[in-house]
């Protein structure tokens, strides 16, 4: 099987798991992470390790803050650092800052789809955020930023890196 589609097929199946359970299972994510370590052992020519772990780090080191605050899921990390054993460091940027891309034009979609006017949008969200922050600076308390969310609002980021690892497999980064 051609390795971008491998990785095709992973991302479209992380996508599709977070749709229907709104989480990325780890059994799936161990799949993919035998098949990048079975790509460095058998396949001729594989890449230094060296350059796979940085890869491997980069979606780690960048999203982590978000995580600990849980405004982005751990299967997310996971899934963008299972990617980085297929991808060199440069196209680990180019995917996370495609992803992220596609996810703030859908945001801006989705709020211009639905007629709110910008002050009740920001003022819902706001005080959204304000509540969340209190919880989390004055109580200690750390619930998953999404699951207090209306479920309309919740983005899940695995499709989006999905939609980012299509031009990676066309061979356009």
């Not at 999203?63 to 196209?91: H, T, W």
Request: glycine share 8%; hydrophobic share 55%.
């Amino acid at each position: 099987m051609d390795l971008p589609v491998l990785i095709l097929f992973l991302t479209e199946g992380a996508a599709m798991l977070d749709l229907k359970e709104e989480r990325i299972p780890n059994g799936w994510l161990l799949t993919g992470l035998m098949l990048g370590m079975a790509e460095q052992v058998l396949l001729p020519g594989g890449r230094a390790l060296r350059t796979d772990l940085l890869s491997v780090l980069i979606p780690f080191l960048l999203l982590f803050p978000f995580f600990l605050f849980r405004m982005i899921g751990a299967g997310d990390i996971k899934l963008l650092m299972l990617i980085g054993f297929f991808m060199k460091p440069q196209e680990v940027l180019i995917c996370l800052f495609l992803s992220f891309a596609a996810a703030a034009g859908y945001v801006i979609f989705v709020f211009l789809r639905s007629g709110d006017s910008w002050k009740s949008c920001f003022s819902r969200r706001t005080r959204y955020l304000q509540r969340y922050m209190q919880g989390v600076l004055l109580r200690g308390e750390r619930p998953a930023y999404w699951k207090q969310s209306m479920r309309e609002d919740r983005l899940h980021l695995a499709v989006f890196i999905c939609f980012a690892v299509i031009p990676w497999a066309a061979g356009c980064y």
